[in-house]
């Protein structure tokens, strides 16, 4: 079956530390997302990425970076430069850049502060 | 620009009675709604989307939707509450034009059935 798969679910990170979380896709869907939900924030858009090498910074970018080197793949690092990076990290996708396809999501990274 | 404000974080309903759970929206041009549920520890799943067709949605597990632009209300009902509907729900808006396709999330409304 086809689907959005994010590793791990639960991540730890230690002060000063740099975690990077993986999102792998076999949608083939051209475009790709990364969101943070806090509680009673709803989702908030941290990068997303329309086609292959290239991305943009979404509402909360700062602390993060990603890379889009292959179609399937999008992972999110989070720098030691993100001062509060305990959250519930989704990633989704959609099958076109322009279309009005909604996106469909992983089931999510819980990163906690170690 | 655009927004969604979905009324109330918590609702709690009976087995069997009306669920309606309220979302308003801003947008400077045409909108495209989207309804989501989320289950603990899981990502979103959609249930529903209005696409500028028919303003009555029907989506899956029983739940639909009516999109009335003189209110920029996108509000979610189901006839009978199950105990399986339990879980979050996101209301979403994107524009309908081109080369904006980011999607603006409600802050998500917790839905619990009382047996």
């Known amino acids: 079956d086809g689907g959005i798969t994010q590793s791990p679910k639960y991540l730890f990170r230690k002060e000063g530390q740099n975690v990077t979380l993986s999102c792998e896709q076999n949608?083939?869907?051209?475009?790709m997302y990364w969101y943070r939900q806090d509680p009673g924030q709803g989702l908030r858009l941290i990068y997303y990425?329309?086609?292959?090498?290239?991305?943009q910074k979404g509402d909360i970018a700062e602390g993060y970076s990603v890379s889009r080197e292959k179609k399937e793949s999008f992972p999110l690092t989070v720098t030691s430069a993100q001062k509060n990076p305990t959250a519930f990290y989704l990633c989704?996708?959609?099958?076109?850049?322009?279309?009005?396809?909604?996106?469909?999501f992983g089931d999510g990274t819980r990163l906690s502060i170690l | 620009a655009q927004s969604v404000t979905q009324l109330g974080s918590h609702v709690s309903v009976s087995e069997g009675a009306l669920v309606l759970l309220r979302c308003n929206y801003s947008s400077s041009v045409p909108p495209y709604l989207f309804w989501y549920v989320q289950y603990p520890n899981q990502g979103l799943q959609l249930l529903l989307k209005y696409t500028s067709a028919a303003t009555l949605v029907k989506g899956i597990n029983g739940f639909e939707a009516e999109f009335k632009k003189s209110e920029t209300s996108f509000h979610l009902t189901k006839p009978s509450a199950h105990m399986s509907d339990a879980a979050e729900y996101f209301c979403a808006v994107r524009p309908s034009n081109f080369g904006n396709e980011k999607l603006t999330f409600g802050t998500g409304t917790r839905l619990t059935i009382i047996p």
């Open positions: 990425s329309q086609i292959v090498n290239d991305f």
């Open positions: 949608l083939n869907h051209d475009a």
């Open positions: 989704a996708s959609s099958p076109d850049r322009v279309g009005v396809s909604p996106q469909h």
